[in-house]
């Protein structure tokens, strides 16, 4: 299986060229074209009635796709935003990635949502996607991509809107991104992901919100 980002840095595409009898999963409609000895299955992405209803209510796809090469054959996928593409290695890790982030991978990695209901309404926590194991990862993001490497107990603070991903050994806490409520609603910033290293984390220079706030004022009507 060979993988080839494409096209990027704004309207990146993924190719991937399967030998026959490889499989690969993506997220669902993910898929721009494909070779005809390429088959399409749809597969849920929860374990159990519990795992469909956490990816649901985390915002994520209940169903996902798996493509199988009958004969050599190629996909190409493509985000549902304009940005870029990010390629993880995984090698018996666990990445957390920002719900809605993955877009495809191979099939020896396990997908699991991470968060609650109450915990996000309480401002403690975020609904992320666990991605665990051995292979290839790439998720989707809104804009480039910024790597940022922390030390032991170095802090960085990130806008929940920017972040892309980062490893299990990076902890976080949420909190408001300034001091008080006046200033956190004058700056028109709102919660932030405090990370303490050590580890890695990915950060996207834009935010779908943001955009989803704009362009909701120059609906009609408002």
Known sequence: MEFRLENGTVFATLKVLLKAGEQFKAE???????????ELEAKTTGKGLGGLL?????????????????????????????GDILQVELNGQTLFAEGGSYLAGTTSLELSTKGSLKGFLAGEGLFLQKI???GTVF???YGAVIPKVLAPGEKYIVDTGHIVAFEESVNYAIRKAAAGLFSTFASGEGLAAEFTGPGKIWIQTR????????????????
């Open 139 to 141: 998720l989707s993001t």
């Open 207 to 222: 935010n779908f919100s943001v955009l989803a706030h704009m362009l909701q004022k120059l609906m009609p009507g408002r």
């Open 54 to 82: 956490k990816a649901a209510v985390g915002g994520e796809s209940i169903f996902g796709s798996l493509f199988t090469a009958n004969n050599d054959g190629e996909v190409i996928l493509a985000p549902p935003v304009p």
């Open 28 to 38: 669902a409609g993910a898929m721009v074209s494909m070779t005809p000895g390429i």
């Open 132 to 134: 665990s194991g051995s």
